[in-house]
């Protein structure tokens, strides 16, 4: 009988498997709503960027844009979340600083005008 029942590793092994398996379906249970509303928020982001880089109701050209009118839009957008806009003007100057750095031949070669 000895000779035919698992060693007690085995069964401490299976024990292991069996939690982390659960572990792996609770995350994955849980991710799939989180995922849903992140994608739900980043898309509604996008929606109103986009609408604070329209001029006169005509999309800009993505192509022609400025490093001035990217900066303008994000703060913007970023303003109607509740932020005033008086705390934005550090957040502003740095980010618009960082897509004038973009233009540095270090970089990726991104041509604002």
């Known amino acids: 009988m000895q000779l035919l029942s698992p ?10 498997q069996n939690i982390f398996m ?8 849980n991710a799939e709503p989180t995922a849903e509303a992140q994608q739900a928020a980043t898309a509604e982001v996008l929606k109103h960027l986009r609408e604070n880089l329209s001029k ?11 490093a001035d009118d990217l900066t303008a839009a994000v ?10 806009e008086e705390k934005l003007t550090s957040p502003g100057i740095s980010f ?11 970089h990726h070669n991104i041509d604002w005008i």
Do not use: C, F, H, W
Request: glycine content about 4%; cysteine-free.
């Open 56 to 66: 006169d109701d005509q999309t800009v050209d993505l192509s022609k844009m400025s």
């Open 75 to 84: 703060m913007k957008t970023i303003s109607e979340a509740g932020i005033p």
């Open 7 to 16: 060693p007690p590793v085995t069964a401490d092994t299976n024990t292991i």
């Open 96 to 106: 618009y600083d960082l897509l004038n750095s973009l233009k540095d031949p270090g």
């Open 22 to 29: 659960q572990i792996v379906r609770d995350i994955k249970k």
